[in-house]
């Protein structure tokens, strides 16, 4: 992370801006997408973007990483000694052990999170260690509560909004699960390595496909029409939670709007990556060509561009934008 993002930030101690550093490495690793759509973010808020998904990023390593050989005992060992020290952070006492509880806190405080947000995520994180299916949607969006649709309220106060915060919200929690039901269909295969369907049952079902087929698919390479039409339904699924995000887009505060937008067409993109190499997502990952990530990109930095010329000529008539607990102007240096 640069001297430049911390410094405009106002972190100035130096074990935490190691931390938000360490945040920063795990974000750039893990999540290319977003990684790429926060650089177009003002600089002061990058480090807080960095601290969310750093945070979220450590916690799923702890029940994913299959590089590690721990038994989920073992995992969900390391989860409650990760939730305590959250939650000593969040209630004011110094973090011990991790940077990356040192950064998240800092951040929940600056910007006023509510901690149940945390709470809500780490329970997610749990059920990750036991639940291995979910027979309905309505199943799977109760997971998604709290390991996607809170990643996008605890964003909200970092991004700052144009509207009151509560009639953005629906819209920011839509984003955060459009963005996983984007991840769970690039990862079908991958999550099945992990004992893991999170296509809902219900809709397997309808199509005539379950989690041996899948595994059948899996295991031999051989396609089957039922899995495409499947993971067919699952996309247009996605797609209609895209569309309830969509409006929350003009919601936020116009220099953070080019990064979310970003986001919002890179993730879309992967859907349609995952289209255009014909459902095959449980033999391999989609991959947006390099050329549409940087045409994106390139177009967020027009976008941010014209953002910032409108903020500095509204000057201080422009409107308040609602960030933290503090009302700030839309203009944000660098």
């Not at 009639?167 to 390595?193: K, S, Y």
Request: with cysteine.
């Amino acid at each position: 992370m640069s001297h430049r993002e911390l410094d405009a930030a106002g972190i100035t101690d130096p074990a935490l801006r190691a931390a938000y550093e360490r945040c920063r490495r795990l974000n750039a690793r893990h999540g290319r997408t977003y990684f790429l759509a926060t650089r177009l973010l003002p600089v002061a808020r990058r480090p807080a973007v960095h601290a969310l998904y750093g945070f979220a990023r450590w916690a799923d390593d702890i029940v994913d990483d299959l590089d590690e050989p721990a038994t989920p005992a073992q995992r969900a060992a390391a989860l409650d000694r990760l939730e305590v020290r959250l939650r000593r952070a969040l209630d004011g006492s110094p973090p011990a052990g991790e940077p990356v509880v040192l950064a998240v806190a800092d951040t929940a405080a600056r910007y006023a999170i509510d901690p149940a947000h945390f709470t809500d995520f780490m329970a997610s994180m749990r059920s990750d260690l036991t639940v291995g299916a979910y027979a309905t949607y309505d199943d799977l969006c109760q997971y998604m509560h709290g390991s996607a649709a809170v990643i996008g309220l605890q964003m909200l106060p970092v991004l700052g909004t144009v509207v009151p915060r509560a009639e953005a919200a629906p819209h920011a929690a839509a984003l955060g699960v459009a963005f996983q039901l984007t991840n769970f269909l690039r990862d079908v295969g991958e999550d099945l390595d992990r004992g893991r369907v999170y296509l809902p049952e219900d809709l397997l079902a309808a199509h005539g496909a379950d989690r041996d087929l899948l595994r059948w698919s899996r295991r031999t390479g051989r396609r089957d029409r039922r899995i495409t039409a499947a993971l067919r339904a699952g996309e247009e699924m996605t797609r209609a939670v895209y569309r309830q995000a969509a409006p929350g887009l003009a919601m936020l505060d116009p220099v953070a709007r080019p990064c979310i937008r970003t986001a919002y067409v890179l993730y879309g993109s992967i859907l349609d990556a995952i289209a255009d190499d014909g459902y095959a997502v449980v033999h391999r990952r989609a991959v947006v060509p390099r050329r549409r990530r940087a045409a994106v990109a390139a177009d967020g930095l027009t976008r941010l561009a014209a953002a910032r010329l409108a903020a500095r000529r509204h000057d201080r008539s422009a409107p308040t934008v609602t960030t933290g607990s503090c009302p700030i102007l839309a203009e944000e240096p660098g």
